[in-house]
Antibody, heavy 121, light 108 residues
Framework: EVQLVQSGAEVKKPGESLKISCKGSGYSFTSYWIGWVRQMPGKGLEWMGIIYPGDSDTRYSPSFQGQVTISADKSISTAYLQWSSLKASDTAMYYC??????????????WGQGTMVTVSS | EIVLTQSPGTLSLSPGERATLSCRASQSVSSSYLAWYQQKPGQAPRLLIYGASSRATGIPDRFSGSGSGTDFTLTISRLEPEDFAVYYCQQYGSSPTTFGQGTKVEIK
């Protein structure tokens, strides 16, 4: 079964760092782009960026460039999303998702279960 | 970036009725790279339609997508109880990929 399994919910304070993960299984992890999507409480979906685990080629939305870092470790089939200094406005559900095919621009057909990040003092 | 505007914001319908959801783009979506997703409370989105009109694996044929250029439509021919949810369109033809703000389909 093709699946993405994300790390568990996090509660952090403003200014702290955080790295959440997304582990792929059931397919060739290095062949498909993986993206991250933010959903703030009660709001819609926002595309943050994508990474190609085969060579770590990464693309960011201008809205998120410089705010987060997307990375991957192909040896353990895991993608990451990290923050160096969290803000309260980073409170959201974060989903990882896999591209439908191996091309750079595509829809997302496989989604992780989401990781809820809460930033509060 | 391409802005996607979905309408209506909320659609109140009864089971068995037809639902027509609209997604309008601020610029032409290249190669009809337009997808539709369904999201239920507490769940991740699920891909319904890609390439404007192709159904994803396992999606019932009551879901259909159409359109090109700047105007796209998701049609649910006869609403089943499990179809009441929020629906999002996404364009992936131009970088950055963008999503619409969503249409909620609720039980009347």
């Amino acid at each position: 079964e093709v699946q993405l399994v994300q790390s568990g919910a996090e509660v952090k304070k403003p200014g702290e760092s955080l790295k959440i993960s997304c582990k792929g299984s059931g397919y060739s992890f290095t062949s498909y782009w993986i993206g991250w999507v933010r959903q703030m409480p009660g709001k819609g979906l926002e595309w943050m960026g994508i990474i190609y685990p085969g060579d770590s080629d990464t693309r960011y939305s201008p809205s998120f460039q410089g705010q987060v870092t997307i990375s991957a470790d192909k040896s353990i089939s895991t993608a990451y999303l990290q923050w160096s200094s969290l803000k309260a406005s980073d409170t959201a559900m974060y989903y990882c998702a896999r591209h439908l095919t191996v091309v750079t621009t595509d829809a997302f057909d496989i989604w992780g279960q989401g990781t809820m990040v809460t930033v509060s003092s | 970036e391409i802005v996607l505007t979905q309408s209506p914001g909320t659609l109140s319908l009864s089971p068995g009725e037809r639902a027509t959801l609209s997604c309008r783009a601020s610029q032409s979506v290249s190669s009809s790279y337009l997808a539709w997703y369904q999201q239920k409370p507490g769940q991740a989105p699920r891909l319904l339609i890609y390439g404007a009109s192709s159904r994803a694996t396992g999606i019932p044929d009551r879901f259909s997508g159409s359109g090109s250029g700047t105007d796209f439509t998701l049609t649910i021919s006869r609403l089943e109880p499990e179809d009441f949810a929020v629906y999002y369109c996404q364009q992936y033809g131009s970088s950055p990929t963008t999503f619409g703000q969503g249409t909620k389909v609720e039980i009347k």
